[in-house]
């Protein structure tokens, strides 16, 4: 039990494009999902936080115009890229909390996504 | 002071080997305490789960919290070359919606055949 996917694992794109990142949670229902971001050899960085039905709320520096997410399902959160940069070249991780059973700060993680830039 | 120190190793250990990891942390709101192992280019697991100061203990894995020193430590023993991976310690504190969780820096773990 509780399983988090991510579509899709792995992504390679040309800056100035946006990119679409899927987080699902496949068998719980997730009323909250986080995004964060991990650079080499670095601790997990949250991004935000999104609750389903509701607006994101981001993280101290993050841009709310640059990483759009939408939590539009129990199941499925969306994070993206809008017009990425090298610099955005980075492992994307999502977490989810079950809305049912979730233990206080209990999150379970997806298998990453890793975007790169050229 | 970062609310959430840990040793980022790296740390090689020898097949067989007991494994202590440990964190410190700050912020005494913190009650919930969490280690996750992550191997490399995969997301985070949860290994133990812990509320407020005790031990608890998991097969091989045994974690302790010492909310008097701020103190956690995750032990790991007859180590197998399977638990070279990334240790995660995080916490959480009571109470808001969302419950966001403060994570460690990660220590790097080895363990040589």
């Known amino acids: 039990g509780a399983v988090v996917s991510q579509h899709p694992s792995r992504v390679i794109c040309k800056s100035g494009t946006s990119v679409k990142i899927e987080c699902r949670s496949l068998?719980?229902?997730?009323?909250?999902m986080f995004w964060y971001r991990q650079f080499p050899k670095k601790s997990l960085m949250l991004m935000a936080t999104?609750?389903?039905?509701?607006?994101?709320?981001?993280e101290q520096g993050v841009e709310k115009d640059k990483f759009l997410i939408n939590h539009a399902s129990l199941t499925l959160s969306t994070l993206t890229v809008t017009s990425a940069h090298p610099e955005d070249s980075s492992f994307y991780i999502c977490?989810?909390?079950?809305?049912?059973?979730?233990?206080?700060?209990?999150?379970?993680f997806g298998p990453g996504t890793r975007l790169t830039v050229l | 002071q970062k609310e959430v120190e840990q040793d980022p190793g790296p740390l090689s250990v020898p097949e067989g080997a007991i494994v202590s990891l440990n964190c410190t942390y700050s912020n005494s709101a913190f009650q919930y305490f969490m280690w996750y192992r992550q191997y490399s280019r995969k997301g985070p697991e949860l290994l133990m789960y812990?509320?407020?100061?005790g031990n608890k203990e998991d097969g091989r894995f045994t974690a302790q919290v010492d909310k008097s020193s701020k103190y956690i430590s995750l032990f790991i023993r007859d180590s197998q070359p399977s638990d070279s991976a990334t240790y995660l310690c995080?916490?959480?504190?009571?109470?808001?919606?969302?419950?966001?969780?403060?994570f460690g820096k990660g220590t790097l773990l080895t363990v040589n055949p």
């Open positions: 068998d719980f229902q997730a009323t909250t």
């Open positions: 995080a916490m959480s504190s009571s109470g808001g919606s969302n419950y966001k969780l403060t």
């Open positions: 812990t509320y407020s100061s």
């Open positions: 977490s989810a909390r079950d809305r049912v059973s979730g233990r206080t700060g209990e999150q379970f």
């Open positions: 999104s609750n389903e039905g509701s607006k994101a709320t981001y």
